[in-house]
């Protein structure tokens, strides 16, 4: 069993940065997949970023160039840096792993059999 937990959201104002956190325990596969996903008051859940095990990492259009996602050295934890934050990036932003060792739908968050809490990202203008 996978657990997942997410920190490093908060407040901040339009332009500014912060650094998400999605820290993995319980089952250790190194093979996995991770995204990111988020949702706002009112809205579906969307796709923001994937990454899997051997690097390879796809983005939302609107976030591409102001996101990163990435691994820790030892593939416990994920991070995505958000540069450039925009008021239309504000949602509860979750972290979703996927075990499969095939090609999965990144995008579609049935996808994904973990999830995280959430952490709330609340960007000012």
């Known amino acids: 069993q996978v657990q997942l937990q997410e920190s490093g959201g908060g407040l901040v104002q339009a332009g500014g940065s912060l650094r998400l956190s999605c820290t993995t325990s319980g089952r250790t596969d190194s093979t996995y997949k991770m995204s990111w996903f988020r949702q706002a008051p009112g809205k579906e859940r969307e796709f923001v970023a994937f990454i899997s095990w051997n690097g390879l990492t796809y983005y939302l259009n609107s976030v591409e160039g102001r996101f990163t996602i990435s691994f820790d050295n030892s593939k416990t934890t994920v991070y995505l840096q958000m540069n450039s934050l925009k008021p239309e990036d504000t949602a509860v932003y979750y972290c979703?792993?996927?075990?499969?060792?095939?090609?999965?739908?990144?995008?579609?968050?049935?996808?994904?059999?973990?999830w995280g809490q959430g952490t709330q990202v609340t960007v000012s203008s």
């Open positions: 979703a792993a996927s075990l499969s060792r095939k090609y999965i739908n990144y995008i579609n968050g049935e996808s994904y059999g973990y």
